[in-house]
Nanobody
Framework: VQLQASGGGLVQAGGSLRLSCAAS????????MGWFRQAPGKEREFVAT???????SYADFVKGRFTIFRDNGKNTVYLSMNGLKPEDTAVYYC?????????????????????WGQGTQVTVSS
């Protein structure tokens, strides 16, 4: 099982990026996917999650700016980021929850996920 994140880079404040996370070795359509981020010296924190369908949940600090969506045909989850701020600078990680989930419950803890990608760096300059 592998998650491969990509799409990070350097962008000016107010700019946009779209991160991708390609999954292999699992039945992608049956797992809950999430994005987390970790800034230097800080704990890894929840950003967004999407369940098997289209239900999503976001951290308050990205609501209205970031969008998580998935393409089950491509085994890929995306994070579209608009209105980027310098405080969004971090390594972004995608994660998969392969254990069963409960519909309507949004999983936002690191321990809720058991498979992690390698991370992709996002740097926002002011």
């Amino acid at each position: 099982v592998q998650l491969q994140a990509s799409g990070g880079g350097l962008v000016q404040a107010g700019g946009s990026l779209r991160l991708s996370c390609a999954a292999s070795g699992l039945t992608f359509s049956t797992v809950i996917m999430g994005w987390f981020r970790q800034a230097p010296g800080k704990e890894r924190e929840f950003v967004a999650t999407v369940d098997w369908g289209v239900r999503t949940s976001y951290a308050d600090f990205v609501k209205g700016r970031f969008t998580i969506f998935r393409d089950n045909g491509k085994n890929t989850v995306y994070l579209s980021m608009n209105g980027l701020k310098p405080e969004d600078t971090a390594v972004y990680y995608c994660a998969a929850r392969t254990s069963s989930g409960v519909s309507g419950i949004y999983y936002s803890r690191r321990d809720d996920y058991d498979i992690w990608g390698q991370g992709t760096q996002v740097t926002v300059s002011s």
